[in-house]
């Protein structure tokens, strides 16, 4: 009775295992694309102030001609997230076959 369990058990384990391969190399193929205008992010008045520093992750949806079609932020400091969307929808990419998303790692530092 437990051979049954432990086959669909190992059946189960051994798809989601090829699952995550399969997803592991679609992504792998994203984020490979150059920048080729890329505006600097302002850093906030008030983060200055604060003496606030960080790093905001985006991922950018681009289209196939390299302009930006949509920033989604990741992760950051929700003072210095928006002055990164700004600038990463001003950036232009390599053109491409199709649209891709591009990982975007923006730091702030005071100086």
Do not use: C
């Not at 949806?61 to 210095?80: D, T």
């Not at 950036?91 to 591009?102: L, R």
């Amino acid at each position: 009775m437990k051979t049954p369990h432990a086959l669909r058990l190992a059946a189960l384990l051994l798809t989601l295992a090829l699952i995550s391969t399969f997803s592991s190399a679609q992504q792998s193929a994203e984020g490979e694309r150059k920048v080729v205008v890329k505006t600097q992010a302002v850093y906030p008045t008030l983060a200055k102030s604060m003496n606030i520093k960080g790093v905001v992750r985006l991922e950018a949806q681009v289209l196939p001609n390299g302009s930006v079609k949509r920033v989604e932020v990741l992760g950051g400091h929700p003072i210095l997230t928006q002055s990164a969307v700004t600038a990463v929808e001003h950036w232009k990419y390599e053109p491409a076959s199709h649209e891709t998303k591009e990982p975007v790692v923006i730091e702030f530092n005071p100086q």
